[in-house]
Structure formats: C-alpha cells, structure tokens
C-alpha cells in the first residue's frame, strides 16, 4: 500500500512550467528530480501517487486540459523524452524521443486532446500528437527557447519566449508561419500567460502607455493569420510584465516590479540578480494577472485601473504567509467553490492560496537532500526532526490538527548536509545535529524558531561525517564532581574517522573528549582500538555499546567504561545499533540489543546474564539470541516498537523497510513505497500503526505495517525490480571543469543540479559507487557524447538548410556512422635537426654579399674609433651579430637578444644555455623556478652557484614536481639534501607508502616513530580498501600483532580465518587463536567438512571441549543420514573421519569410544574438566527459523554434556542434558528429529537413567518425568502414524482436525497460550498439518516394513500405548491450565492499556476541527499491529467486557495459583497434556482393542476437565458429544 503521508522531494528548480494542476481541479503535479509526485487538492494535501520513468531530471509537467481527458498529463525531462502519463493508473501511455537538444518548454494544447508542444534549447517547436503518433518540426528562430504556451482561444497559435528576451507568435497549421515577433524585453522571457477571456476590449488602453510600450513586430502584422485578438502577458528577468496585443502585434501595457522591503529589515541587494518573474492569468479574471516579485512574494495586479498600476500583496494579513525565496512557477484552478492558486518555490514550499481572501490556504515542505536522520522528541510526544542535505534541520509536529504538514525549518549555522540527529532526554527543544564536515552543534528549537537564533556550535570538529549522536551520563573526566557541577547528561557524537566524542552541553566551548582514552585507562589496553562506527546507550543510562568498522561490538558499563563483552558476530562495519525499551511486562527484554552492518542479518543478542554477571575479564559472544534474515542489501538503521514487546523495525539499502517479530524471527510486514534506498526509520511514539521513513528519494514516508501487501523483503527477481526502478533516478553526470560563477544562476547555470540541492557529482560518494562502475558509467558517457556529437552534427545539417523550417516527420532520427580515420604517419620516427643555440646571428650572416661586406665596414670602424665603448655601442645597435668580435658588454646585448627570442618562441632550454655560457647560473634557477621549468640538468649543475643555491635549487624543483604530480621523483630530490622526514611526509600525504616505508628503514632508526606511523597508517588505507593480507604485514612491522590477527580475519573465509587463527597463536594472542580457531571450525562445519574443522581445533588446547563437540555433531550428522537415506542431499560432499569403530551399543558408547580411542579422554577428571569447560557455554533457544545446521550443533553441544556426564556417573547432569537436546528440537519445530533423538540417545527408554538417580533430589527426578514424557510423546505419535492398514484411509479424513505436533512453531506451552486469537492457532496448526502431511508420508516405506513387524503385535501395541500414561499427568495438566488463564488474562490488560491510550488521544484533539478529527480518526483505529490473521481470522464470538479491578483479581488468583505448584514443575518443560489426551482418544476410536480402557477413561476425564480453549473445539465435539 501508498504512503499514508509524504514529505516529497523539492519541485525543480529554474524550470519555465514544471507544475501544474489538471482540469477537474483534483491532482497537482509537480516535477521533483526524475520523477512528478501528484497530490490531492483539498483542504490538507494528501499524496496521490509518483510518475517514476525518467532518468534525468524533469524540466517540464503539464495536464490535458480536454474535457473527459483531466486523468491524462506529460513530462518532459533531460534525458530527452516527452512521456504521456494515466494518473490514474500511474503508467506511461506513450512517449517520443524527437528532440535532439535539452527540452526547456512544455504545453498541452486546451483545444486539441492529444497535442502536447515542447521546445528545446536550440530553438526546435516540436508538436506531437500522441493518438496517432505523429509530429510536426518548427524551427522558427535559432535561439534558446525558455517557454512557450499554447492559446487557450485559437487551436493553432502558440507563443514561445525567449533567451534574448523575444516573444514568437508562430501559427502550427498548415500554413506553417510566425505571426508576430514581439521586441520588447531586454532579457529572458520566463513566463508566458494567455488572457482567460478572448478579445481586446477587456482592458483599458490609453495613447500615453501606447506611446511607452508600443514596439511595433519586425515583420508585417499578417491579419488574415488572427481571427480574433487576444491579450498575451509575458514576464523578463528585466524585472518588466508587458501585457502584448496580438490584433496589433505590440505591446499595451508595461509593469514594473515594485521593491518591497521585508519586514526584517531592508531590501537584500542580492535579490535582484536572483529574479524569476512568473506570471499567471487565473481563469475568470480578465482584468487580473499574477506575479512573482524578487523576493518571494506574489503580487495581483488589477489591470483596469489607470494611472499608477496598483498591485496587492498575497498573504499580508499575517507574517510568514509568503515564500521566502523566488518563486518558479505559478498555476489556478477551482475547487470547492473557491478559486485557489498553487505556487512553488526555491524555499521548498509548495503553497495552496485562495485569490478571494489573497490568504495562504496550506503548506506543504519538501525536501532538497538524502534524509539522513530521523529522531522523535521523548519530551514534545509526536515532534519529528528530519536531517536532510539540503543544510536544513526539519522539525515535523505530526499530532497537528490544524496542519497536517506543521513543518519547521532551522537553517542557521548548519551549512553542511546534517546526517545525524538526537533530542536531549529531558530537556524541552533542545535537539543537537552533527553534520558531513565534522560538525557538532546544538539548537534550540523553540527560541530559534521564534528570535532567528542561531545554533550553539561545539568547538571540537570531527575530521570525517558525523554517523550518530547520542545523549548520555557523563563518563571521566565530566562525571567528576557533585551534581551541581555538572550536566545530569552529555552528548556523544561518532564520526567516520573512527572515534566518539564527549561534550559538555554546558560548554561547547571547551575541547570535547575521547571516550577512548577512558577505555584504555580503565580496560588496560595496549593495542590498536578498533575505529567505531556506531554508539547507543542502553535507556537507563547505565550500559553503552559501541559499534565498529570490524564489526564487532562492544559492551561497556558506565561510568568508567570498564568492558563487559565482545560481540562478535557480524565481521563487517556496524551501521545501527539499538537497545529494546525497558517498559513492557517482560523486564528480561531491556537486555536485549539490536544491531545491523553492511551484511544483510540484523543478530539480536540478550546481555542479560553478561551485565548481571560478577565476571572480572569481559567475554567474547559469538552465538546471537535472534537472527533476522530476509533483507539483501546493507541494514541503515534500526528502531524497537515502544508500543510492543520485541518488535523491530529495519531500514535497508535494498529499499524496504521490515517489521519483524524478533522472539519468533518471524517477519511480519514489508513496506516498499520508497524510489531509492533507505536511510532512517522511526516507529511513531503515539500510534501503534505508524512508521517514518526516510530515503536518498528525498522523502520521508508514513505507512501503516498493518495495511501492507507483503511480508518479508523482496528475493530474486523482485529484488532486482526494485533495483531496476531506483536505477531510473537520477544518473551522475561526467564531472566538467568549473567555470568562474557569474552574479546569479540562471537556468543553464544550473545544470549540475537538482533542485539546487546536493551536486550530481558528489552522487557518486552518496550512492556508494563502486569503481566497476564508475568505469563503466564513465564508458556509457563517452559513448553517449559520441552519439550526441553525431546528431549534433546531422540535426545542424538539416536545420542550417532551413531559415524558417518546418518539417513533417514521423520518423526517429537516424544515426550517422563516423567516416573511418586514416592512419597518421608517425613523425616523430623522423630525426629532427638540432635548433641553432644563436639563431639571429646566424641568420645575419647569410644575407646578400654586399650587406655582409657591409659588416666588416662597420666592425673595423667601431674598433677603430676613438672611444672603443661608446663607439662600439653607437655602431652596433643594429647589428647585435657582431657582438661577438667586439667588446664583452656587446656579446652580452647579443646573448640578451637571442635570449629573448628563445623565450617568446618558446625554448626556455636554449635561453637557458645561454645563461650559462654567461656564467649567470643564479639567473638562469631563478628565472626556471619562476616559469616552473626547471630540469634535472639545471639541478645538476646548480652546485656551481654554490651550497645554498643548490639547496634551494632542490627544494624549488621537489615543488615543481608535486605540481606535476610526481611526488616519488620530488622526495628523491628531497633526500639529495638530506630532507629525509620531509620527504617521508610528502610521500605520505600522497598515499605512497610502500615508497616511504622503504625509505624510512633504510634512513632511520629502527625505533623512530615515524616509522611505526607509517606502518599504521598504509595498513589503515589498506584495510579500508579490502586488502586485509598487506595491512596485516604492516601490522606486524608495526609490531602490533593484535591488530594484525584483527585484520586478517576481516573477510571471514575459511582461509582467512585459519590463517588469523595461526598467527594469533605464533604471536601470543591465545585468546584471538581460540576465538577464530572456533570461527574458522563452525565455517567448516557450514560445508560438511568435519575434518578440517579438527585440523583447526588439534591446535588450541583450550578448544578440546568443542572439539569433542564437533567430532559428536560429526557422528550424529552421520547416523542420520544413514537412518534417513532418502533425505534432501546437501550442496557440499561429507568429509568424515574414518574412525575404526563397532556399531553395536547405544549412541553414547558409540561416542565414547571414538572419543577414548582418538582423543585420549580416558578418566574421568579429564572428562570432568572437559564439561566444566563447555557447560559454561550457553546457546539461546532454538525457534522455527533456526538454521537446521546451527540447530544440529546446538543439539551437539547438550548431547556431549550428556555424554560427558555419562562418563563421569553424573547422572542428574546427564538427564538435564538429553532433555535439553530433545527440548531444543522440540521448540525448533523439528519432530522428526526429537523423535531420532530420542531412538538414538535413549532407544530403551528411560529406566536405566531413573535407576542411577537419586530418588532424594527432587530437581533430577523431575527432569528425568520431564524426559520420560518427550520419550512418550515421541512413541506416542509413532504409535498414531503407524495404525494398522485398514485404519490409515480413517486416520487421513480425521487428520485436519487433531492438533499435530509435527513441525510445530510454539516453543512451550506459554507461547501456544500466549497468542490472543484461539482460533488463529487452529487454523494455522491445521495449516500445518496439511503442509507437513509429506512428511508423514515420508515414513511410509518404514511405516510398511513395521506395519509387518512389532507393532502389527496387538500385545506390543497395547504396552506401548500403556507407557504413554506418564503424558496423563494430573500435576502437568493443571499447571498448563494455569499458565493459559494467565497469558488469557496478561492480553487482556494490554488490550485494555492501547485502548486507554487510544481514548487519551482522543481527548486530546477533540477541540480540533473536524475535518481534522476525521483524518486523524481514520489513522487511529484500533490496534493493528497484529498479523492480518488477528483481524481476519480472529472472529470469536463476542465477549462480555470486563471491568479491570475484575481482570486484577483474576489475575492474582491465577498467579497465587502458579505459586502453589512446586518449582521443580515449572521449570522442566512438558509435552500437551490435553493434546496428548486428544491423540490417544483417536487411537482408541481407530484401534478400540489397543488401548486399555483404563487409560480410555483417563485420559477422557483429563480432557472434560481442563479442556477450556477454543484451540481444541473441533476436537471435542469429536471425542466428548
């Protein structure tokens, strides 16, 4: 299902029409980067619906104004095409790809139901008629078309302004001719309106105002072309209406913008050169026109009036009616008998105004940017603060009644994309925001808003983008001192660079601190702390977690922030982590935390007995509490239901959100309204049924999980839907070199963006791009520049040979092939001759033989003459050449010639030699260093000038080089002049540190700490770039090991995690070895290869109890399929052991002579010390989703406890550990295994076990009854499925109607209890049934073979049947009954406390206006959060209500009832007592000479007794009528 409301992407930007409304006054549309959201007119805006099909953005929106065709309307795009669109099924009826340039303009005719107009930046008018698929080519003048309008009077007139300020009349008839070329404005036409009322009597013109505007058409008015006159206004960016007859083809009327003052203060001089003037000329006001002025405003001109024009302001009854900002588009239509108005703006307002009034009707924001960030206040309940990259903070009152979209907008001090949000605990308003540069800062939402306060800005930058903020107590050094003096809560910010900040609220000011200084000094930390990613404080402020970029998580306890445990289980950066809320009835699921990674599985782990535990050294948790599967992309973000007990909601990069009930990992309802990826998602503190998204669409959604279609996130094809429909948004452009900006952006000058929000170019580090396909993006560019080039080339062809063309076509342009190139003749294998080093002297000498004759003369009378300088300096000015046979200073005025022409031609190097022969070698480095062209050569020969000139020869060059971008030859040159750690520097800072590292251990000492820091810091770049083997070297250069284990075991394969098990061992991490060992092992276990998973485990000594685990799973894994040979085969081959064993004996003798004879456990202290070691290992309990692998080694686990206890005549932990095996099955829905189970561990029943307990130990012998039951219930099913021949047809007509146990979904007998709809559980167990009937049937080969054996025995069967009295337990009975009265009683209270809540709100907003009581009456209906099922299937008959001191007092009885029942009961599980009963009734009704009557009878008073749910009615009306 659609959203229930949206805050949509903002309207483009510097479009002529992108909005629009459609004729029946309906839907407003409006064109939002590629696609056109359509809203519902009325008196909220309500969101109708997304056009998505374009792939760039859309430059224009229009709708059919035809009567009968309102539902139709079309967009034009960037991209090229002109789409016709079906609002009302939002699909695209057809398209046309016929522009070959930009298309700036778009109209559909109001007189022909299938003409839509467009024009494009070149000058093309291209009319397309959508029924036929024909069109029609005008070229009517070579300039770029800013708008153009089809006449509402005449079908074949339409007006097109223009860039230069030229209005065109053309007619698109036959006669294919421009009416009237309007010569008036100065500069670009933005807007083009037709006067509703056709003639040109409405207005009153006089001769004076003729006189002012009249500008007569460059060409003959053509009288025969208008029938009839109309007016036409056109609004310029010369800040001019001009109000043009088209009779005359002249303008009448000129109005100039008036300047209006804001209120704050004086005009803004920037204003006027960020002018958009729109007009529009509503329908039914001749003699009345609408514009925009320079700052926002809207202005209504009454054109009858003479003199002085008079305009009124929109929107002056009451400040901050008015848009902020210019505004783009204007458009009217009537509706609920009012005439309204519908604006949008460079604010992001889309505005409702009533002309009547002149008074703003609605509101509705949008949004510029990816929405990073959502937060609901705890205090102000219902207030929404959005962070979005448009710089902007919004905060969003969604209880509003008299405003459904009460948005506020804090812009002030943020400049930067706000990607993290969070609202002070307690204190009113107080909301802090981080941002993508670094930037922490808190605002006061309330004096903010209403004194244009700025925000308090803390003082300590963060390096990288701010990921999370979080309000927390204060931990060292602000948790010292009284609580006077200092703040009752900090702020903690966590950025990209991998660390979290603490900063005082009090004193932003001040320098904020690193919590992980604290963490070191408490936790005794040597090595490398891992970079953090995500925080979250536990509610009650006394527990933090801390995500990191390895994926792990760490546990903290306040204030000191001494460690608890470590989580590892998702091996990739944490993006969100949250802890469950702590007011509920289960007070055990405030442990329970929440987290996602990049990794599509959200694990939820219950801490529960970690933070209550005493433990001195913190612990490693490896097996989460809850796995939730399901979505495909990475987890964004994570928010628990506070209306409900362990529901979750994720946010996900494969653009879904997911509820999820989390104690069943059961996913409940998918939302998949939004066009890109999920960012942020919020559950609504007030309705139970509402959910907040936000995406990088730029919007914010509200949904209802109760009304979606689907349940679980899309797989396979669906995904790649998806996938495909967020492909058509925006695309990122090829990066272009930047251009000086001029005063204002006018429409080209903004090209490179969408809605003047985030760049395109920066799309690519927003969207995650990687660098595959970056390059192939960058392919698919060059060669659509080839193919534009192409029909840029044709298109000029053809229009060049039209000066007025108009042209017919109903074909799509054809593409011209580029001629093949010839092959160009290499010229440099040429020799190419030396350059003369004195090109002018030798050019003198071949002149003529006179003029060189002529030479001598000259020479020998200056050195002849009587002052040998002034003579020779008089003689030679025209003849430099003969410097070089006189004096010094005359060679050096001919060197200084040749020089300069060297220069001006270009050959520095030749002007340089010359120097040199001068002997000027200071010159000739200062000279290239100045002209950035010094050489090697220069720099080789610079030690003539001397040390200090050749110092700074070096130093000058090594900057040349970094210019030019070689940084390796520059800190060569560098080390030359022993500059050894600044060219380890530059060398660094430009990434090459292979380079640097080389370097520093050939020049430095071998403890020299830069050193070491340039080992960190390549293997920081390395590991972030996925190379995780060569930043594990660093590491060990680094000599830090721990970090080098960490880093190797990063990508979590079996080679990788074996390889960082290995070294964790060399180095002496025994901790890291033991942890990734077991890792790399249960890899193993994944693929079915037992043996190498012993290969890993042999090595670590500490490991022998999992290995013991392994090599039972290995044994069990193999029994079973030996037992099951018709079982589903697996992907991957078995690798077992061939251990030489005898197959006679139990199971566990089996075990334990593999474990004597190959792992040398021979006594029993070593047996003993082996169950200490694993018996403090706890897996959570096993649901219906547990994988069946996982479930396996679990089970493997319990069943080696047994085993071990076995070996060391524990016989009470033996018992426990067998029933906690069969349990485990048993809860994870898997009957068929608890029933192997049951035949492997303890085929001979449980007498053997009950004889070696203690008959005093009351808690073993209840086990044991508890086992002996499981025992029972499995031979009792076995016992059902295998009746006699001649009773199986009877047994499959009664099946639909007996509760089967096979593969069930409750974990115990509270769980099936606990569901507040009887009868959904009967459907849904019948259900059951019925899928798992081939199970059954599965068994029917054994079935046969046994139906001929012992159990065709009518005496055997009668025994067995009458081992199964122990599963009539009077006690066990007894207690269910109580335990469901209860659970009965528990759901009732909650139906009753959402109920109050409910009436509460309702009380609240019964003061509002009615329209909003129903609105918001429809949203809060009563409770559907609950499965469909709950709704549908939940159809009990009607119930007296009853009253709550009624309920309380049941529920004290049913609780003092519990208490009287012995511990030892409630702790140990039972099989149904009730249902038990049910099936050896139907036993006894198929084989009456089977069961004994005795046990008929007791049975039957057990079921008259306690049989009081609905989930057994079908049952009894078999067995007890």
């Known amino acids: ?222 009288e025969a072309a208008v029938i009839k006159g109309c007016y036409l206004a056109s609004g310029s960016k010369d800040q001019t209406i001009r109000i043009w007859s088209c009779a005359k083809g002249r303008g009448m009327i000129t109005l100039k913008l008036p300047t209006l003052k804001r209120r704050s203060g004086g005009a803004d001089p920037a204003v006027k050169e960020r002018i958009w003037l729109t007009v529009h000329w509503p329908c ?172 308090q800005i803390s003082s300590s930058y963060h390096k990288k983008t701010v990921y999370t903020l979080a309000w927390g107590p204060p931990t060292p050094p602000l948790s010292f001192g009284g609580d006077g003096d200092r703040p009752s809560v900090t702020l903690y910010s966590c950025a990209g660079e991998g660390i979290v900040l603490q900063h005082n609220p009090w004193k932003l000011s001040e320098e904020a601190n690193d919590i992980n200084k604290v963490i070191r000094d408490t936790n005794s930390v040597k090595h490398k702390l891992p970079a953090r990613t995500e925080i979250s404080w536990k509610p009650d402020g006394k527990i933090l977690a801390l995500g990191n970029e390895d994926g792990s998580i760490e546990i903290f306890q306040a204030p000191n922030l001494k460690l608890l445990c470590t989580i590892q289980q ?27 990674s990049i990794n599509a599985i959200i694990y939820v782990h219950n801490l529960k007995s970690v933070i209550e535990s005493s433990s001195k050294t913190p612990v490693t948790i490896t097996e989460p509490f809850r796995t939730l599967v399901g979505h495909t992309a990475k987890i964004t973000s994570l928010a628990w239901s506070p209306h409900h007990e362990g529901r979750l909601a994720s946010a996900c990069y494969d653009g879904t959100a997911q509820v999820w009930d989390v104690l069943k990992e059961d996913p409940l309802f998918n939302y998949r309204g939004h066009r890109g990826r999920l960012l942020c998602i919020q559950w609504s503190p007030v309705d139970p049924d509402s959910v907040y998204t936000g995406a990088d669409d730029f919007c914010v959604h509200k949904w209802l999980p109760s009304k979606q279609e689907y349940t679980r996130p ?105 001629p093949k190139e010839k092959p160009v003749p290499d010229a440099s294998a040429k020799r190419r001759k030396p350059r003369a080093i004195l090109p002018i002297s030798t050019s003198m000498d071949q002149r003529s033989k006179d003029e060189l004759h002529q030479d001598c003369l000259i020479l020998a009378t200056c050195l002849r003459s009587k002052g040998p300088n002034e003579g020779l300096a008089q003689g030679t000015q025209d003849h430099v050449h003969l410097g070089m046979f006189t004096d010094r200073a005359t060679l050096y005025r001919m060197m200084e010639v040749e020089g300069k022409n060297h220069l001006e031609n270009g050959h520095s190097e030749l002007f340089q030699q010359l120097m040199l022969w001068k002997g000027d070698m200071k010159g000739i480095l200062q000279s290239a260093a100045e002209r950035g062209e010094l050489t090697d050569q220069l720099v080789a020969i610079s030690p003539m000038a001397g040390y200090r000139a ?132 249960q890899e193993f276990l994944s693929v079915r290869n037992w043996v190498g998973a012993q290969e890993v485990l042999q090595k670590q000594e500490s490991l022998m109890g999992q290995r013991l685990v392994f090599c039972l799973n290995e044994l069990l894994c193999k029994c079973l399929s030996e037992r099951n040979p018709t079982e589903r085969k697996s992907s991957f081959l078995p690798c077992y052991h061939n251990w030489a064993v005898r197959n006679q004996g139990s199971f566990l003798e089996l075990v334990s002579e593999v474990w004597r004879s190959v792992f040398g456990v021979n006594t029993a202290e070593g047996a003993r010390n082996v169950f200490e070691q694993l018996h403090s290992i706890e897996y959570p309990p096993a649901t ?171 005496g055997e069967r009668q025994l067995k049947l009458n081992g199964c009295k122990v599963l009539l337990s009077e006690e066990h009975a007894a207690l269910q009954n109580t335990q469901k009265d209860i659970s009965e009683v528990q759901q009732t209270l909650a139906d009753m406390i959402r109920q109050h809540q409910r009436n509460n709100l309702q009380e609240t907003i019964k003061d509002g206006m009615q329209e909003s009581k129903i609105h918001v009456g429809s949203e809060i209906e009563p409770d559907r959060m609950g499965p469909p099922s709950n709704q549908s299937h939940c159809k009990v008959a009607a119930k007296e209500p009853v009253s709550l001191p009624e309920l309380m007092k049941r529920l004290t009885e049913a609780n003092q009832k519990l208490a009287e029942f012995p511990e030892t009961l409630k702790v140990f599980p039972f099989p149904d007592v009730l249902e038990c009963g049910f099936v050896i009734l139907h036993i006894g009704s198929q084989c009456p000479t089977a069961l004994n009557p005795e046990l008929q009878q007791q049975a039957l008073d057990l079921v008259r007794k306690y049989d009081k749910a609905e989930i057994y009615e079908k049952i009894r009306r078999r067995f007890l009528t």
């Open 284 to 455: 039914g006001h001749p003699t009345e026109i609408v514009s925009s002025c320079f700052g926002g405003e809207l202005l209504l001109w009454d054109l009858s009036q003479s003199g002085k024009r008079k305009w009124t302001l929109l929107g002056s009854s009451s400040e901050g009616q008015n848009h902020t900002r210019i505004v783009f588009n204007l458009c009217s239509v009537r509706a609920h008998e009012r005439q309204l108005l519908l604006s949008i703006s460079m604010d992001r307002d889309v505005k409702c105004w009533d002309l009547t009034t002149l008074d703003c009707c609605w509101t509705l924001p949008s949004l510029g940017g990816f929405v990073y960030s959502l937060a609901f206040s705890p205090v102000d309940t219902g207030c929404l603060a959005i962070g979005v990259g448009d710089s902007m903070i919004r905060v969003w009152n969604t209880l509003s009644m008299s405003n459904t979209y009460d948005v506020k907008t804090f812009w002030q001090g943020i400049k930067s994309k706000v990607t993290a949000l969070s609202w002070h605990p307690s204190k009113e308003g107080c909301l802090a925001f981080g941002t993508d540069d670094g930037k922490v800062g808190v605002y006061d939402t309330y004096s903010s808003n209403i004194k244009n306060k700025p925000p």
């Open 950 to 1081: 050749w110092v700074w020869t070096v130093e000058a060059f090594a900057k040349q080089l970094c210019f030019q971008e070689q940084y390796v030859k520059a800190a060569s040159h560098l080390l030359s002049i022993h500059k050894v750690y600044e060219a380890l520097e530059l060398l660094k800072t430009n990434n090459f540190y292979r380079e640097a590292i080389v370097i520093a251990k050939a020049r430095l000492r071998p403890e020299d700490p830069v050193l070491k820091d340039l080992y960190t810091n390549w293997a920081a770049l390395l590991e972030k770039d996925g190379h995780y083997s060569t930043a594990a070297k660093c590491y060990l250069g680094a000599a830090s090991p721990y970090d080098a284990v960490k880093v190797l075991a990063k990508k979590g394969d079996i080679a990788s995690l074996k390889t960082a098990a290995e070294l964790a061992h060399i180095v002496g991490e025994k901790d890291l070895a033991t942890s990734f060992s077991f890792r790399c092992a």
């Open 714 to 818: 899309p797989q396979g094809k669906k995904s790649i839907d998806l996938e495909k429909k967020r492909s058509l948004q925006l695309k990122p452009k090829a990066k272009k070199k930047k251009k000086p900006m001029g005063k204002v952006p006018a429409k080209q000058d903004v090209s490179n963006t969408v809605n003047g929000g985030e760049i395109v170019d920066s799309l690519l580090d927003e969207n995650g791009i990687s660098d595959h396909e970056v390059e192939k993006e960058s392919q698919e560019f060059s060669d659509k520049i080839c193919l534009e080039v192409s029909k840029e080339v044709q298109r000029t062809c053809s229009v060049s040979d039209l000066p007025k063309s108009f042209t017919n076509h109903k074909t799509t342009p054809v593409r011209r092939d580029h």
């Open 1 to 222: 299902m659609a959203a229930e409301r949206v805050l949509p992407a903002s309207p483009n930007w510097y479009c002529s029409r992108c909005s629009d409304v459609c004729g029946a006054g309906r839907l407003f549309g409006f064109g939002a980067r590629t696609s056109v959201y359509l809203l519902e007119i009325g008196a909220a805006p309500a969101f109708h619906g997304e056009l998505v099909g374009h792939t760039e953005r859309v430059s224009g929106f229009t709708f059919c104004r035809y009567p009968g065709q309102s539902n139709f309307c079309a967009s034009s795009s960037d991209d090229g095409a002109v789409k016709i669109w079906d609002t009302q099924t939002l699909t695209v009826v057809t398209e046309h790809m016929l522009h070959q340039n930009t298309i700036s303009a778009l109209h559909w005719s109001s007189h022909v139901k299938d003409l839509v107009v467009s024009g494009d930046e070149k000058g093309v008018v291209i009319c397309y008629w959508h029924n036929r698929n024909d069109s029609q080519q005008f070229f009517p003048e070579p300039r770029t078309i800013f708008c153009l309008t089809c006449s509402p009077h005449h079908e074949n007139l339409v007006a097109i302004g223009y860039k230069d300020g030229m209005v065109v009349i053309i007619d698109i008839s036959r006669k294919r001719e421009v009416i009237h070329r309007l010569r008036g404005h100065d500069d670009e036409i933005h807007s083009l309106a037709w006067c509703p009322v056709p003639g040109e009597d409405v207005l009153f013109s006089r001769q004076e105002e003729l006189q002012e505007a009249d500008v007569p058409d460059g060409d003959p008015v053509q």
């Open 570 to 596: 998702h091996h990739k950066l944490i993006n969100a982590i949250r802890w469950h809320h702590e007011h509920g009835t289960q007070p055990e699921l405030s442990y329970m935390v929440a987290s996602g």
């Open 1184 to 1354: 219906s989703n547990t994988h069946p692998k996982q479930l396996l080694f679990h089970i493997s686990h319990d069943l080696t406890l047994a085993a071990l206890s076995h070996e060391t005549s524990s016989w009470d932990e033996a018992v426990k550990a067998i029933l906690g095996a069969v349990t485990r099955s048993y809860d994870a829905g898997n009957f068929t295994l608890m029933q192997e189970i049951c035949s492997l561990v303890v085929p001979k029943g449980c007498d053997y076990l009950r004889g070696n307990l203690d008959s005093t130990n009351i808690q073993s012998m209840a086990a044991c009854g508890s086992l002996e039951g499981f025992v029972a219930y499995a031979l009792l099913y076995d016992l059902w499925w295998n009746l006699p021949k001649d009773s199986l047809v009877l047994v499959q007509a009664v099946l639909h109607s007996v509760l089967c146990p096979s593969e069930r979904t409750a974990v115990d007998q509270s769980d099936l209890t606990a569901n507040s709809c009887p009868e959904e559980t009967v459907n849904h167990t019948a259900a059951e049934v019925e899928e798992n009937l081939p199970s059954a049937n599965h068994n029917n080969a054994r079935t046969e073979n046994m139906l001929t054996g012992s159990l065709s025995d009518l």
